[in-house]
């Protein structure tokens, strides 16, 4: 069963704008991962925000984390077509639980 | 150096029959994790060894799932007696620490199986 719920499940945006991604979990956690996935791929690991940090930055991506709501956004900054993908947050340390998941679109 | 590699990258079966799937980790990593990724979902742990030793197999859905690691490099994951409900996506991931809590794990692109 999926811990993570994230909204939204479909983002389409202009190449240029911003992109919000959110996720909520439900345990506590250690550490919170995000993963990008083009279609047809495996999983690439983000970004890794650790349960006593509340924000991260990684190039045009930053992550914030607040664990009294359980929850993380994902922000992408001046988008581009490539960052086409589905974005997903996990938690958990041998066992990573996956949320189900945004798919965001960036057209041209 | 190369990345998880995992073959076949589609496979077709009619129920029943029984399918192996093949993951070959970074060389070197210690840890190797199997992930079932259903259609438009996050992926769902399956089951993770450690070297050779299988640590945790909770996530597997029924008997009929059964994974090796036998040399603690290769891995394979067999479902018996294929149903339907198994069509979906199989992803492998690697760590190169025992101590993952804070490690990113590295994934292959995944089989797609698909039962008739």
């Known amino acids: 069963s999926q811990q993570g719920e994230e909204d939204p499940q479909a983002l389409s945006i202009q190449e240029g704008e911003n992109a919000t991604m959110n996720c909520s979990y439900k345990t506590s956690i250690n550490n919170l991962q995000w993963y990008r996935q083009n279609s047809g791929r495996g999983l690439v690991h983000l970004i890794l925000i650790r349960s006593n940090e509340r924000e991260k930055h990684s190039g045009r991506l930053r992550v914030t984390l607040d664990t009294s709501k359980k929850s993380s956004s994902l922000l992408i900054t001046a988008s581009r077509a490539a960052d086409t993908a589905s974005y997903f947050c996990?938690?958990?340390?041998?066992?990573?639980?996956f949320g189900e998941g945004t798919q965001l679109t960036v057209n041209p | 150096g190369a990345g998880v590699s995992q073959s076949p990258r589609y496979k077709v079966a009619k129920r029943g029959q029984d399918v192996a799937l093949r993951c070959d980790p970074i060389?070197?990593?210690?840890?190797l994790f199997w992930y079932q990724q259903a259609l438009g979902q996050g992926p769902e742990f399956l089951t993770y060894?450690?070297?050779?030793?299988?640590?945790?197999k909770s996530g597997l859905p029924s008997d009929r799932f059964f994974a090796e690691r036998p040399e603690g490099s290769v891995s394979t994951l067999k479902i018996q007696r294929t149903q339907q409900e198994d069509s979906a996506v199989y992803l492998c991931?690697?760590?190169?620490?025992?101590?993952?809590?804070?490690?990113?794990?590295?994934f292959g692109d995944g089989t797609r199986l698909s039962i008739l």
């Open positions: 060894f450690q070297n050779e030793a299988q640590l945790d």
């Open positions: 991931a690697s760590t190169h620490k025992r101590e993952f809590g804070n490690q990113p794990q590295h």
């Open positions: 060389s070197g990593h210690v840890s």
């Open positions: 996990a938690s958990g340390g041998s066992r990573l639980t």
